[in-house]
């Protein structure tokens, strides 16, 4: 009996607790009302071209070394060369492939019926995500963007990839 008075005395003393409180109480932030999340700049629907030396032209105009999007024009005639969202260089397109399997894939109606339930998981957890301040959740593209230099015809070809379609251009040094 000795033991057992004792023992609850020890345990209900105010800074000595083997178990937690009953309701925890978080501390600190809260998941989704940090700043990064708030305020953060939304990721770009282009994607990103590294520049890694000067390109000139005939004209002795030059694009600095850099990371840039890489915009298609929406007849995709030409791409759009933008740093910090402001174009810098318009560039002509010389040819442009649709991925035609891929489109029937995402029009096959047991597919369409998957992404309608995955469109409804999504929708609720956006809900979540807003009520903590969060951004809500996209959906991925596959994006990509590369250059290359071709000594046999003196120019830059640049490589563009989102989605279904695929696209190559030209700089003429």
Do not use: C
């Not at 029937?104 to 929708?123: C, I, S, T, V, Y």
Request: charged letters at 35%; a neutral charge.
């Amino acid at each position: 009996m000795l033991e057992g008075a004792f023992a609850d005395r020890v345990l209900m003393h105010p800074t000595i607790r083997p178990y937690p409180q009953q309701p925890q109480e978080t501390s600190g932030v809260t998941l989704g009302s940090k700043s990064i999340y708030r305020y953060s700049i939304e990721e770009s629907d282009y994607p990103t071209l590294i520049i890694a030396d000067y390109l000139f032209d005939g004209e002795m105009d030059f694009i600095p070394p850099g990371h840039y999007e890489l915009a298609l024009s929406d007849d995709w005639k030409f791409f759009i060369l933008l740093q910090s969202k402001q174009p810098i260089a318009i560039i002509p397109v010389i040819k442009v492939e649709e991925d035609l399997s891929e489109r029937d894939r995402l029009n096959d109606p047991e597919n369409k019926k998957r992404l309608k339930k995955e469109k409804k998981e999504r929708e609720k957890i956006n809900e979540k995500r807003a009520k903590v301040g969060m951004p809500p959740d996209k959906d991925d593209i596959y994006m990509e963007a590369s250059i290359e230099y071709v000594k046999d015809g003196n120019y830059y070809r640049i490589k563009y990839v989102r989605g279904i379609i695929k696209a190559w251009g030209v700089i003429k040094r």
